[in-house]
Structure formats: structure tokens, C-alpha cells
């Protein structure tokens, strides 16, 4: 089996609540351990993530744990970058043997063609994400960032992410789903499913040959995807979609 999901913002709420999401998360994927060949986390598994050449953030050490586990048991995991989870630097390719990848990933799963995209670039008419993306992912600002200490730019992370969810939450796109017009110009380039997340919005669109899947997220109704080699389907935690 192949799992799939985005969106979990752990780091967004009070520890408290964090906690909750958390044992959430841990408990699915004790679930799926032993049938899972793959899992892909399609971004934003954290609301903040930064870390130091020495320190990482002290409140995710049991979801690190977990993957560790998952990772050593012979599981492949699959990380793609969100617009929150951007300060990755060494520790999850050098301590868990985990790639955090900052670009889109193509694969081909039982002769099924995947593209798969936090999402983020292809929201419609995002000029200020657009512009400061770079900006922030730049390798050279965040070595400067990393000689503040971790305290001060763990805080700062958290922070500016929960002012940009707040940006991002107000702002009106008209109506247009620039992420469900780009997965339909993939699948015109012959991909059978394109999954996405970012927008925490569930779809399921049957297009041509193929189907776009946005996974939803983590906060109030956790849901994800899974592939038995044949059929794709987007289930809720509790139950199928």
C-alpha cells in the first residue's frame, strides 16, 4: 500500500490541542506500519520547522521519533517541502535518512503515472507568496537566520507563519482553483493521478483518464490517500470519503 497525506500543522495550536493532533497522526501510522511500502507526506507536516546546525524544535521529537521508527523498519517516506515546513537545513537527511524535497515529485507507482506538488505554486494569482517565496527559502538569508538563537528564531518562525495563515485565510482568490486547472494540464500530459495539498480543500475530480486529489489536512478533519497498486482512494480517518 501507498499513503499519502499533507496538512498536519503540528506547531499551529497550544501545545494541548498540538498534542491531540499529534497522537492522531502517530496513531495512524502505527496503523498503516505494516502494510505501508511507501508514505508520502505532501508538505506542511509542521506549521513551523527551522532548524540549526545543533538544535531542532523541541515539541516535534515524537513525531521525529515515529518516522525514525517507520524509516528503520524498511519504510520509504517521501517528503515534499510545504510553504510552511521551509526551513529544513541538514537534520532530517542526516539524522533519518529522510530527503526533504523543495521541488515537485514525479513517480510512477504500479505502472500508474503520480504527480505530486504541495500545491503552492499554483494557487491563482498569489503575486506576494510568489515574490517572497524565494526570498525565504534563499540558502544565504537562512544561514544568516541561524546565527540568531534557536529560542528567538523558533519563536520568529512560529510567529510569521501563524501572521501568513491569517494573510492567507482573508485573502480572495475569485473563486478560481489555479491547482485544479494545473492538474488538469498534467493529466492532459498523460499523468493518471495528480495529488496535491495546501489549500486544505478535499477533492476528488475524475478528468479524462485520470483524477486530481487534493488531500485536505490535519486540523479539524484529518484525511489522506491510499493506493493499493490498482484503485486510489481519499479516506478521512474515521471513515472513506
Same mark, same amino acid.
Given at each position: 500500500?501507498?499513503?499519502?497525506?499533507?496538512?498536519?500543522?503540528?506547531?499551529?495550536?497550544?501545545?494541548?490541542?498540538?498534542?491531540?493532533?499529534?497522537?492522531?497522526?502517530?496513531?495512524?501510522?502505527?496503523?498503516? %506500519?505494516?502494510?505501508?511500502?511507501?508514505?508520502?507526506?505532501?508538505?506542511?507536516?509542521?506549521?513551523?520547522?527551522?532548524?540549526?546546525?545543533?538544535?531542532?524544535?523541541?515539541?516535534?521529537?515524537?513525531?521525529?521519533?515515529?518516522?525514525?521508527?517507520?524509516?528503520?523498519?524498511?519504510?520509504?517516506?517521501?517528503?515534499?517541502?510545504?510553504?510552511?515546513?521551509?526551513?529544513?537545513?541538514?537534520?532530517?537527511?542526516?539524522?533519518?535518512?529522510?530527503?526533504?524535497?523543495?521541488?515537485?515529485?514525479?513517480?510512477?507507482?504500479?505502472?500508474?503515472?503520480?504527480?505530486?506538488?504541495?500545491?503552492?505554486?499554483?494557487?491563482?494569482?498569489?503575486?506576494?507568496?510568489?515574490?517572497?517565496?524565494?526570498?525565504?527559502?534563499?540558502?544565504?538569508? $537562512?544561514?544568516?537566520?541561524?546565527?540568531?538563537?534557536?529560542?528567538?528564531?523558533?519563536?520568529?518562525?512560529?510567529?510569521?507563519? $501563524?501572521?501568513?495563515?491569517?494573510?492567507?485565510?482573508?485573502?480572495?482568490?475569485?473563486?478560481?482553483?489555479?491547482?485544479?486547472?494545473?492538474?488538469? %494540464?498534467?493529466?492532459?500530459?498523460?499523468?493518471?493521478?495528480?495529488?496535491?495539498?495546501?489549500?486544505?480543500?478535499?477533492?476528488?475530480?475524475?478528468?479524462? $483518464?485520470?483524477?486530481?486529489?487534493?488531500?485536505?489536512?490535519?486540523?479539524?478533519?484529518?484525511?489522506?490517500?491510499?493506493?493499493?497498486?490498482?484503485?486510489?482512494?481519499?479516506?478521512?480517518?474515521?471513515?472513506?470519503?
Amino acid at each position: 500500500m501507498y499513503y499519502f497525506f499533507s496538512d498536519v500543522h503540528l506547531g499551529l495550536f497550544s501545545r494541548e490541542k498540538d498534542i491531540a493532533i499529534e497522537d492522531k497522526l502517530i496513531g495512524f501510522l502505527d496503523e498503516i %506500519q505494516h502494510s505501508a511500502k511507501k508514505i508520502f507526506i505532501l508538505g506542511d507536516l509542521f506549521d513551523y520547522w527551522f532548524d540549526y546546525k545543533k538544535v531542532i524544535p523541541a515539541n516535534f521529537y515524537r513525531i521525529i521519533n515515529k518516522l525514525t521508527e517507520l524509516k528503520q523498519s524498511g519504510i520509504e517516506i517521501i517528503y515534499l517541502m510545504g510553504n510552511h515546513d521551509f526551513g529544513h537545513f541538514k537534520f532530517f537527511k542526516e539524522e533519518l535518512g529522510i530527503d526533504v524535497l523543495d521541488h515537485d515529485y514525479l513517480c510512477e507507482l504500479e505502472g500508474k503515472k503520480f504527480y505530486l506538488s504541495h500545491g503552492d505554486n499554483f494557487v491563482y494569482k498569489d503575486y506576494g507568496y510568489m515574490i517572497i517565496k524565494p526570498i525565504l527559502r534563499n540558502k544565504l538569508i $537562512q544561514s544568516i537566520y541561524r546565527l540568531v538563537h534557536p529560542d528567538f528564531g523558533i519563536w520568529l518562525a512560529s510567529s510569521s507563519s $501563524q501572521k501568513s495563515r491569517g494573510y492567507t485565510d482573508k485573502k480572495d482568490y475569485g473563486g478560481i482553483d489555479g491547482l485544479e486547472i494545473f492538474a488538469k %494540464q498534467k493529466i492532459d500530459e498523460g499523468y493518471d493521478f495528480v495529488m496535491m495539498g495546501h489549500n486544505h480543500l478535499v477533492k476528488i475530480i475524475d478528468y479524462k $483518464q485520470g483524477k486530481y486529489i487534493n488531500l485536505g489536512e490535519w486540523i479539524n478533519n484529518p484525511s489522506y490517500a491510499v493506493f493499493d497498486g490498482k484503485n486510489l482512494e481519499l479516506k478521512y480517518l474515521n471513515k472513506e470519503i
